[in-house]
């Protein structure tokens, strides 16, 4: 299990660096992708933490949804601020993850990796036909992320991509910190346990539904988090953004940076995968064979994924915990 | 200590534990023997909460707890090693002793979250306490190691440790030597001994006679889910029964 004491100054030199990227990098559009970047490696965060517990969720794209469709509603229809709207929508997201999860997580295993599927696509069709949630359409004319004012000194608009670069780096360290803090204590333990022999762990005196319950309600939460923002950096969200292929490639991103770095595997994961594509655009056409391909070999070659790579040279190197 | 009536578990159209009725008193060292498929194993089950019985009860402590979740099972005070060694093979050691103090944790749970001092210093205590089984078992020099590297004798030394780590009244050990050398099978009927001298109750289920003769105080024999007969060692040893059924085919 890594020490809680190497977590923190991992992730205060990450942030550094994150925080260094926008000196360097111009571009807008690129800018957006780093943006989206961001935002999948909140989404594949969520993915790790559940799939510690031994959940393979196919529905995060929903609770992702639903963190969207909630913020977007709390922000057009009640005239919240983001700034209360996207802590709302994660809890509330979270909610509805325990309402959900009380059942589902009863029979962890690949009728859940069902009951998740069919969620999804629930989600989906609830999003496209209740009209509350505007139908095929979805809901345009979100509103941006509110500037935040500092009397007398000054004040941060979200306009510019670079600030809502720092917001999405914020929020995502916002979200590992959490999650740190979740796996250095003992719950990291018990899920991990729970992940590695559920039988051997309950034996073990621990309570595996209710970890398994308390894993899917802070990972969906995570999940609206990130719904939260996309709503209002995109300003417009419709169904079919969140359905299962969405959460396909959510797994892609945290398997192929390596689901035993938390919070690492994410970033690496998703950067590749969003821009791989984007330097491979010579050849449009057979961009998805390439990429496919690509992973293809991964899962072949490096099943614990890219920063495994790293570790292997280090003796008894474990890239758990 | 433990009392149980009429114990019955069917898979399916199989009844693999007939009506067994079974007590262990207070730091007795009970054997449980019989063929391959007698029911040993799932009778362990029954009463650690793996399996709920179809029929009969269990008590513990004269406490009702038949079809008892195993980890409620286990926060009474019963534990188990496992007949294959059963590990958390990607963690160290120390980490699969750790994961028994699960349920002793006193601070908060918000405290623990965020590294208050005293959460660190109960974590510090169960960390030493961790240490001390393994020093008492004979493994504290392996507690980095990877349990997956363990030799097959530590790696069933650690189960028990694991099991120890719940502080237990009951303990229950299913085959613990089973594909041991015999100075290994030495070694684990010593430390048997010891844990039993701290106070435990324990059965243990083994198929090597010394074993069951050099530890325990009373046998129960089983064959196809019934009990067959219960008595000293003596007693077992000179029944026709028994040797009908079972020690005509185990090696003596
Ligand atoms: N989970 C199970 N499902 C179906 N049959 C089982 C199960 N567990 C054990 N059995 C059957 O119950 C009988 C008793 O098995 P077991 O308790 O493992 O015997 P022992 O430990 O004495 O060798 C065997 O015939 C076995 O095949
Ligand atoms: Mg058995």
């Given at each position: ?14 942030t ?33 933490l ?34 209360m ?8 997201t ?27 696509e ?29 009397p ?16 999405i ?23 991990l ?6 039988r051997?762990?309950?034996?073990k ?33 419709a ?24 919070v ?13 594509p ?44 | ?46 009463i650690n ?65 965020l ?5 660190l ?16 078992m ?17 790696q069933?030394i ?14 229950l ?28 109750t ?34 077992v ?10 020690l ?5």
């Open positions: 299990m890594t020490s809680p004491y190497k977590r923190i100054i991992g992730l205060t030199v990450l550094f660096i994150l925080a260094m990227v926008p000196l360097i990098v111009k571009s807008p559009y690129y800018m957006h992708l780093l943006i989206m970047v961001g935002m999948n490696a909140m989404l594949a965060m969520t993915f790790i559940m799939l510690r517990a031994g959940l393979i969720s196919l529905g995060i794209a929903a609770f992702w949804g639903i963190g969207a469709y909630v913020s977007a509603l709390l922000a057009l229809r009640l005239d919240l601020s983001f700034w709207a996207m802590p709302l929508s994660a809890i509330i979270g909610a509805v993850a325990l309402c959900i999860g009380c059942v589902l997580v009863k029979n962890p295993g690949f009728g859940f990796i069902i009951e998740t599927v069919v969620l999804g629930i989600a989906v069709l609830a999003f496209a036909h209740l009209p509350l949630f505007g139908g095929y359409k979805g809901i345009v004319s979100i509103p941006p992320v509110d500037p935040i004012h500092i007398f000194l000054f004040s941060i608009e979200f306009v510019s991509k670079t600030a809502s670069y720092y917001l780096l914020f929020l995502f360290l916002l979200v590992a910190i959490g999650y740190s803090a979740f796996y250095s204590a003992w719950t990291g333990r018990a899920w346990a729970i992940g590695l022999n559920p051997l762990a309950e034996s005196g621990v309570n595996i539904y209710r970890y398994r319950l308390l894993a899917f309600v802070v990972g969906s939460a995570g999940a609206g988090l990130a719904g939260s923002f996309y709503a209002h950096y995109y300003g417009a969200i169904p079919t953004t969140f359905n299962v292929f969405k959460t396909i490639y959510i797994h892609i991103f945290a398997i192929l940076g390596g689901v035993g770095f938390p690492l595997g994410p970033i690496i994961g998703a950067f590749i995968m969003i821009l791989v984007e330097v491979l655009r010579v050849a449009k056409e057979i961009e998805p064979i390439i990429t496919g391909l690509l992973l293809i070999l991964l899962v072949l070659f490096l099943p614990q994924g890219l920063l495994s790579l790293l570790s292997r040279r280090k003796k008894n190197a474990r890239p758990v915990g | 200590m433990l009392k149980v009536n009429k114990l019955t578990k069917h898979f399916g159209g199989l009844v693999a534990v007939n009506e067994v009725d079974l007590h262990i008193d207070s730091s007795e060292i009970v054997g449980l023997i019989g063929p391959n498929g007698a029911g040993k194993s799932t009778l362990f089950n029954l909460g793996f399996l709920k019985p179809t029929s009969g009860e269990v008590f513990f402590e004269g406490m009702d707890i038949t079809g008892f979740k195993a980890h409620d099972v286990s926060h009474l005070g019963i534990d188990q090693s496992f007949q294959a060694s059963t590990l958390f093979q990607r963690l160290s050691v120390l980490d699969n002793v750790f994961i028994g103090y699960h349920m002793r944790y006193k601070t908060k749970y918000w405290k623990r979250l590294r208050t001092p005293s959460a210093k109960e974590e510090r205590a169960f960390r030493k306490d961790a240490l001390e089984i393994l020093t008492f004979g493994l504290q020099k392996l507690r980095d190691e990877q349990a997956e590297n363990l030799s097959h004798g530590h069933k650690l189960g028990v440790c694991m099991a120890l780590a719940t502080k237990p009244k009951l303990l050990l299913d085959e613990p030597v089973a594909g041991m050398s015999p100075t290994e099978t030495e070694t684990m009927i010593e430390l048997i001994r010891k844990i039993q001298e701290k106070g435990l324990i059965v243990v289920v083994e198929h090597d006679m010394k074993v069951i003769m050099s530890l325990c105080d009373r046998i129960v024999v089983l064959n196809y889910g019934r009990k067959l007969m219960e008595g000293s060692p003596n007693e040893l000179k029944s026709d029964e028994v040797i009908e059924a079972y005509g085919k185990a090696e003596i």
